[in-house]
């Protein structure tokens, strides 16, 4: 729509001063701005405004603010002069209205078609997500690798057969023990090593270990020794 268009529509642009708006469309995004009243230099017949939508108003028959949808867009009509002082008030209702339009999907024939430096954004883009793959690869293994040294931590506070037991297994294994289950004694294992065989006891602890611990294994060692049978024991 061509502005010959629009004097065409609209009729006679009568040219007069005022300040007065009766009626202003609230629900409109150019609500905020005509809420401050701004003086108008000029107004058209309500009667001449059939097509148009009307956003304010004066006397009852003074339309100082109008608006029509073409295709997409929207033609406001502000008769009023125009203030640097509301620049930035008006740009917001120009992004408060053009953000409530909504865009045409894209047709399944567009979705082929690359905009020139678009085939270099995408390389790229496949480029970086490799990378990124990679060192999300490498940031979970060393995920893990922290994961299985926070567990030798479990020597220091953990009780428990299942808890305690497996990881007192793994610390014999990293000193090069060997530890065999033992189902038919009274004990968590037997341990091998370049020095000999031993049984192996796991007992968890509850706090520091007491000196009470050592008495009590001094006297289960010296029971083993009367046995001939000798005993690791780990707390």
């Not at 490498?138 to 037991?165: F, P, S, T, V």
Request: neutral net charge; proline residues 5%.
């Amino acid at each position: 729509m061509t502005p010959s268009d629009i004097y065409r529509e609209l009729g006679e642009i009568k040219y007069s001063k005022g300040n007065t708006i009766d009626y202003i469309d609230s629900g409109h995004p150019f609500s905020e701005y005509l809420n401050t009243k701004p003086p108008w230099s000029a107004y058209i017949d309500k009667d001449a405004c059939e097509n148009w939508k009307i956003l304010a108003s004066a006397f009852g028959t003074h339309a100082v603010s109008l608006t029509k949808r073409v295709g997409l867009g929207h033609i406001i009509l502000l008769l009023s002069y125009y203030d640097y002082h509301n620049g930035e008030l008006l740009e917001r209702c120009i992004i408060k209205l053009l953000g409530d339009r909504e865009s045409t999907p894209e047709p399944s024939w567009a979705k082929d078609i690359l905009v020139p430096g678009q085939q270099e954004l995408i390389s790229k883009i496949i480029e970086i997500s490799d990378q990124i793959d990679t060192l999300e690869k490498g940031r979970k293994e060393l995920i893990d690798e922290k994961a299985n040294l926070e567990r030798w931590k479990h020597l220091l506070y953990e009780k428990g057969k299942h808890q305690l037991e497996p990881v007192v297994r793994d610390a014999l294994a990293l000193l090069g023990c060997t530890v065999k289950p033992q189902p038919d004694k009274d004990s968590d294992g037997a341990v091998a090593c370049d020095y000999g065989t031993a049984l192996l006891k796991v007992v968890g602890s509850k706090g520091i270990i007491r000196i009470e611990k050592l008495g009590e294994l001094k006297k289960i060692w010296v029971t083993l020794l009367r046995k001939k049978e000798p005993m690791l024991k780990v707390y």
